[in-house]
């Protein structure tokens, strides 16, 4: 089986020692061409969303039974037509449910009381008298309303912690949910009513670009869009413009429509912009349990046995 992304050792403690793992030696991610070159002889596939399996890769992948994603998305692989050539694919969700929703908390209270850019201006000695009462104000959480687009396992995590911040919860999805403690609206009384917009969406072909100019138009202009789902979900040239336009307050984001962000993006310049670099999943614990799904995903898809998570058909 091949490993695309380094992984520590111990993290990988339920793979049988008589498995023949193939890895590069050096880099956290493989090229596509080393993937391409070795995929020709695996019968399964550890890979990370850093990873696109297409029919390039299918196509070359004549032994292949088992794909096991260390991810909870899954927008990286063609489902359907690994599907087509009997080979099944697993994936990481659950375990990662929390850290998700705490790193979606963090960025709302971080752009809301604008705590990244006060840590830059300490750092770059911008603070310069004692107190002040009008000096870097921000916006209240507690109280406030929150809109969750989208409620799967992470937006009902994500609305559990805004109760504990007592906050107004409101929700859209396709189709209202049983067990929410949140109020079922439309969109459109989402994007009117809501303080705070978070994303909690997958990335299908109904969510690419749901956040584009008209969308951000209908939020109001006090309040801040969260996305720690996926940066596809948002036009993020029509957010460009909104920010700059002050259609809304503020954006928090740990995605992003291309990966890393370039460095010289422009929502790098904007002070009411959060940014972090894809970290949801990214603790120590999360990530170690992640490990252990994705390798018993992968040992079950060899041995022919029900996967823990498989993606759903
Ligand atoms: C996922 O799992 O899909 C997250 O984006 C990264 O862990």
């Known amino acids: 089986m091949i490993l695309t992304f380094s992984l520590p050792r111990e993290w990988l403690g339920a793979l049988p020692e008589e498995v023949d793992l193939v890895q590069r030696e050096s880099g956290d991610v493989s090229p596509r061409e080393w993937l391409l070159k070795e995929v020709g002889s695996a019968d399964g596939l550890l890979c990370s969303l850093a990873d696109r399996i297409d029919e390039e890769v299918l196509g070359r992948a004549g032994r292949l039974r088992i794909i096991s994603t260390y991810s909870v998305g899954y927008d990286h692989i063609d489902v359907r037509a690994a599907r087509a050539r009997g080979i099944r694919v697993g994936y990481t969700p659950e375990v990662l449910t929390d850290s998700t929703a705490d790193l979606v908390m963090a960025l709302l209270l971080a752009v809301a009381r604008r705590v990244a850019e006060g840590d830059r201006l300490v750092r770059s000695g911008g603070w310069r008298e004692p107190w002040s009462a009008t000096f870097m104000l921000g916006a209240d959480v507690h109280g406030k309303t929150l809109g969750i687009v989208g409620m799967g396992r992470i937006g009902r995590a994500v609305a559990r912690r805004a ?74 040239d029509d957010l460009v413009r909104a920010l700059r336009e002050g259609a809304i307050a503020g954006a928090a984001l740990d995605v992003y429509e291309e990966e890393p962000l370039r460095a010289d993006h422009p929502l790098t310049r904007m002070e009411n912009v959060v940014l972090t670099p894809h970290v949801g999943s990214a603790t120590v614990d999360t990530r170690r349990r992640m490990a252990e799904v994705a390798v018993e995903n992968l040992m079950r898809g060899l041995r022919g046995e029900p996967l823990l998570y498989e993606v759903p058909a």
Do not use: C, Q, W
């Open 163 to 236: 109760r504990g911040f007592d906050m107004r919860v409101l929700y859209h999805s396709r189709t209202p949910k049983e067990g929410v403690d949140a109020e079922y609206v439309s969109l459109e009384s989402l994007l009117a009513e809501s303080d705070f917009v978070v994303l909690a969406v997958d990335l299908n072909p109904d969510t690419y670009h749901l956040v584009n100019y008209d969308f951000l138009r209908r939020m109001r202009r006090s309040a801040f869009l969260i996305n720690a789902s996926r940066g596809k979900v948002v036009a993020e």
